[in-house]
């Protein structure tokens, strides 16, 4: 039997040493128009001088007058949406593009200890208690996640053949089981992660040490349906 701690490769050998994040976590965005004829506005100055035009050169290639090019650019007037599209075209750029400064809502979850919801899924026949501790169903990042706490006993059944589209993460916190990714075994204990290609047949292979507990948070396409 393979375990983790033999079939693991660590993050500096598969990427050669260099960190495969291109995100910064400290990055702080421009502040949010709370108006949203300010927002399309600034957009359309911004994308019109990225392209390196002047409002003359936009007014020639959308058929907007210079006068209605200006006000929409200072945030004076609502434009239509056949404006809109015109711009769209001419820029280059989707419509949605002029509406990304616009301050809208967005959604948290906040969980208390104990409080997540029991819900029943696929392994709970196997003697798996799921917890859900959040869902956002709609949001700006075109991912759902679903991140669970996930509950093993004596009553479980081991169940190494979940299979379902998106990426998963473990992360063990008490207990101790060997859970199977494919074809390669990891043995997992407290403070042990893994993340994986949930596409693969997954699950807990062998109950060591009980009760167990690890949390797992599950993602996929905002816009397919898992089976």
């Known amino acids: ?68 090019l200006s006000k929409i650019e200072n945030g004076n007037i609502s434009p239509s949406l056949t404006t809109l599209q015109s711009l769209s075209r001419a820029l280059g750029v989707p419509m949605t593009a002029f509406f990304r400064r616009y301050e809208e809502p967005r959604n948290a979850v906040f969980v208390k200890a104990g409080q997540g919801i029991e819900l029943e899924r696929r392994g709970t026949r196997a003697g798996h208690q799921y917890n859900l501790l959040g869902h956002i169903d709609n949001n700006t990042s075109g991912v759902i996640v679903e991140p669970y706490i996930i509950t093993l006993t004596a009553d479980s059944d081991v169940f190494p053949t979940f299979q379902h589209e998106g990426m998963e993460f473990l992360y063990m916190l008490e207990g101790e089981v060997i859970y199977r990714h494919g074809d390669q075994l990891f043995q997992m204990q407290p403070g042990d992660s893994l993340f994986f290609d949930a596409d693969a047949p997954h699950g807990p292979e062998q109950l060591v040490k009980l009760p167990s507990k690890y949390l797992s948070i599950i993602s996929y396409p905002q816009q397919n349906s898992r089976s």
Do not use: C, W
């Not at 990055?27 to 019109?48: F, Q, S, T």
């Open 1 to 68: 039997m393979k375990t983790k701690r033999e079939a693991a490769t660590q993050p500096d050998e598969a990427h050669g040493g260099r960190t495969p994040f291109s995100q910064d976590p400290h990055a702080v965005r421009e502040p949010k128009e709370n108006n949203l004829e300010m927002a399309i506005g600034h957009e359309v100055r911004a994308y019109r001088k990225k392209l390196g035009i002047t409002v003359t050169d936009l007014a020639a290639a959308t058929g907007i007058s210079l006068g209605m």
